[in-house]
């Protein structure tokens, strides 16, 4: 049974937008960042919490990319503006409970020129 569920990729033009979703469905696994991943490079921090209280974002991102969360629901969001080539990827959540790591199976993101 997949614990985190991530929606909304897809293909869109440079400049254009685009709002990800990733649903936890167990209450203790809760959602706490985005990470991405290109072929042959390693996964990235993209926003979410890392350290505190407040989320962050990756240098690369700020300014275009919004993270949210809803705690009722269990998701967290990444609204995704001002789209770049350089932000394709896999985009995968992130959820960590009691040592263990919990990922998703990401949603692809592709942004044409």
């Known amino acids: 049974q997949e614990r985190l569920v991530e929606s909304g990729g897809g293909l869109v033009q440079a400049g254009g937008s685009l709002r990800l979703s990733c649903a936890s469905s167990?209450?203790?696994?809760?959602?706490m960042g985005w990470y991405r991943q290109v072929p042959g490079k390693q996964r990235e921090m993209v926003a979410g919490?890392?350290?505190?209280?407040?989320?962050e974002a990756a240098e690369s991102v700020k300014g275009r990319f919004t993270f949210s969360r809803d705690s009722n629901s269990n998701t967290v969001y990444l609204q995704m503006n001002a789209l770049k080539p350089e932000d394709t990827a896999v985009y995968y959540c992130?959820?960590?409970?009691?040592?263990?790591?919990?990922w998703g199976r990401g949603t692809l993101v592709t942004v044409a020129s």
């Open positions: 992130k959820a960590s409970y009691l040592g263990m790591d919990y």
């Open positions: 919490f890392v350290r505190g209280r407040d989320p």
């Open positions: 167990v209450s203790y696994i809760i959602p």
